[in-house]
């Protein structure tokens, strides 16, 4: 029997089609998504050659995202002929391959395509053209065995590096750019095409914290140059934006940047890292990076976790922590996750499709809650969906994120659905549409690895300040939870959140444990950046060594990076001295503030006492 495996996220031409890589680790691959708001995109196109002509039976691995309706329904065309299965729709919901039937294909070059039908969210792994009877394997070793079936049998091998750097948000940007400005060899990896994180096009989350504060302004040098010329309202990154942070680390000639590639897999002896496994999204082939130190700056702790590091998630108790905003009982909240959407008023009616498969609306009242502190202004906009549409507050982001993100998206789709067609103010929206909305989730929280140091409320609050203060945090105890308005009318199934400056705080005081409490500015201490348990692991951005509680002040984008470029001075150190990231702290502290005050000046041997 002969097997063609076509990954859809290999395609040549992607259309309209675009590869999503949040669920890699949950079901094996990226995959291609028709995100079109409701208007079907244009056609993803490949060619694959086959050995020989005759029947081929075709086999497409798809799920059907809103069950039963199948919202995402596209078809597969063979040289041009419209099967006519369609796929997108049937099953219970689960990853699975799909019967295409028998198609008559001639020996050569043959192309195949994805056609969308629907223009809401549609997916493809991958297909499978086969000249026996049998299924694909469903899951497991068999079917990683038929993607890697062509690859080569060893990794490339692409050296070693002083610092190897997962994750191309903000945090991980400054430290593989800090330490490579400082001469040290660095990789950077990242799982989508386009760097920033949160911050990027792809999320829309507008960079906040103060920059320039004692005791280290100087860790802001790389935070200054990422925002340099960000022309963003309201948190909306262009395109434009995104190439210019890809710029501004391809410039650096000490730096290697990875983007879409996958860490998949570690290497470790004695307690350390030696390497990392990684493959391109797009062609599958692997790759080896050995290093002398690492950094996890994925935000969802992805390396530390593949490491053994110790980790955790969800929300300490107060008996535990001592903190009075923790509650009485430890359970597995985490801050919500959030898609932000816009329409815009256009100069003709614009239409949208009925969504029988979205959240039922049927009221304003379903949707609305009191809103935000800091409203977006609309201006040109009709309607703006901002940081409160949240969800996935008992769920692990790191492993669930297509989960809430399509929950997400059959809230937004479902609100706008009666806006536009049932609701008492659709007279209002007639020449509203759509215009953006996110299908990469912006995630606040999932895993946080341990370090020497778990900051806690009291620390940020009281000012408890220790000799290792290296990163100032200046934003507030933010925490996130479901508003309970919404949970009422959707009661585990909240896809509207409030936070302490709620203008509607007040009313449901008691519900959650906590109030609005500013913060001074706040030195977060350099043990809260490497691993306890991984000698050889720093971490910068949200994962690092915090309380969940203590997470809300410290998690915006200008502190975590500026975590990421103090990250990458602590390397150099590192690598100037031979020494682990524990010995900077026990043995080498006063060097450290020495450059961290003054990154520019030679670095000198000097007695070294923890105050």
Known sequence: MTSILIEAESFSDLGGWVVDTQSIRTIGSAYLLAHGLGVPVGDARTTVTLPHGGLWRLWVRTRD?????????????????????????????????????????????????????????????????????EPPPASGQELEALRRHGQPAQAEDLGSFDLVVAGGGYAGICAAVTAARHGLRCALIHDRQVLGGMASSEVRVGPIGDLDLPPYPRNADVVRDLDAGISSSGGQRSADNDQQVLELVRREPNLTCLTQTHLHAVEQAGGRIIAVRVRHLRTGRESRLAGVLFADCTGDADLGVLAGAEWRSGRESRSETGEA???????????????????????????????????????????????????????????????????????????????????????????????????????????????????????????????????????????????????????????????????????????????????????????????????????????????????????????????????????????????????????????????????????????????????????????????
Not at 68 to 91: E, K, M, N, W, Y
Not at 526 to 555: D, E, K, Q, W
Request: neutral net charge; charged residues 20%; contains cysteine.
């Open 65 to 133: 995202w809103a069950p039963p309706h199948g919202p995402g329904a596209f078809t597969v065309s063979i040289d041009g002929i419209a099967q006519s299965r369609l796929f997108g729709l049937g099953g219970d919901g689960a990853w699975a391959w799909h019967d295409g039937g028998t198609v008559a294909i001639g020996a050569g070059p043959t192309t195949v395509a994805l056609h969308d039908l629907t223009g809401f969210d549609g997916r493809c792994d991958c297909l499978l053209l086969s000249d026996g009877a």
């Open 325 to 611: 905003m923790a509650p009485e009982h430890p359970d597995h909240q985490v801050l919500g996750n959030t898609n932000f959407w816009r329409a815009v008023r256009s100069s003709a009616p614009s239409s949208f499709p009925a969504c029988p498969w979205a959240l039922p609306i049927a009221s304003d009242t379903d949707w609305e809650v009191a809103p935000p502190k800091w409203p977006v202004k609309l201006g040109e906009l009709a309607f703006a969906g901002g940081w409160n549409w949240e969800s996935g507050f008992s769920r692990d982001a790191a492993v669930e994120a297509e989960a809430i993100r399509d929950h997400n998206l059959r809230a937004i789709f479902g609100t706008w659905d009666w806006l536009k067609n049932r609701s008492p103010r659709r007279q209002e929206l007639v020449e509203a549409k759509l215009s953006w909305v996110g299908h990469v989730l912006g995630k606040r929280e999932s895993r946080r690895l341990i370090g020497d140091h778990l900051l806690t409320q009291m620390d940020l609050e009281d000012g408890r300040m220790y000799g290792d203060g290296c990163v100032t945090a200046t934003w507030y105890f933010d925490l996130h939870f479901p508003h309970p308005d919404n949970t009422a009318r959707f009661p585990g199934q909240e896809f509207r959140s409030m936070a302490y400056d709620d203008p509607d705080f007040e009313r449901f005081r008691g519900a959650t444990p906590g109030s609005y409490t500013r913060i001074k500015p706040y030195p977060i201490p350099y043990r809260c950046l490497y691993s306890r348990t991984i000698a050889n692991l720093f971490m910068a951005g949200r994962n690092i060594s915090v309380t969940h509680v203590a997470l809300a002040p410290v998690r915006t984008q200008k502190t975590t990076g500026m975590m990421g470029t103090v990250v990458g001075r602590a390397a150099l150190l590192c690598r100037r001295l031979g020494v682990d990231p524990r010995a900077i702290y026990s043995d080498h502290l006063d060097e450290f503030k020495r450059l961290l005050a003054k990154p520019d000046a030679p670095i000198a041997k000097h007695q070294d006492s923890r105050s």
